[in-house]
């Protein structure tokens, strides 16, 4: 399990721009995401590099914890 | 030009799920959120009561100012 500290998510549609945007990549992944931490934990064979440039294309900014 | 305060707003997706909203119902309407004041200005055929049901469809409340 990776996990990321991401800002910017403010609400479900977030989070679900965030969890779209990992599995229309990788569509085995299981993505987790805890918005009032701000943290988004992924399974999955994606590189923690991907992941973060998946997210930061929705808009927000991610990092490897 | 009818004024609507909603609260729960927070984001790019909100403001566009409200717009959608309306706009799905009467295409020729001029919809404007203003995210920080939380406000949406609509100049719609649409009644006022039917504006705010939408809105409330999509998770937020809303009054008319």
């Given amino acids: 399990m990776q996990v990321f500290t991401v800002q910017g998510m403010t609400c479900g549609h ?10 229309a990549e990788d569509p085995a992944a299981d993505v987790q995401v805890d918005l009032a931490k ?3 934990s992924v399974r999955s064979q994606l590189a923690s590099e991907q992941i973060i440039g998946l997210i930061s ?3 927000y900014s991610a990092k490897a914890t």
Avoid: F, L, P, S
């Avoid at 977030?14 to 599995?23: E, G, L």
């Fill in 38 to 40: 701000g943290e988004v």
């Fill in 14 to 23: 977030c989070v679900r721009a965030v969890t779209d945007a990992i599995k």
């Fill in 57 to 59: 294309e929705e808009g």
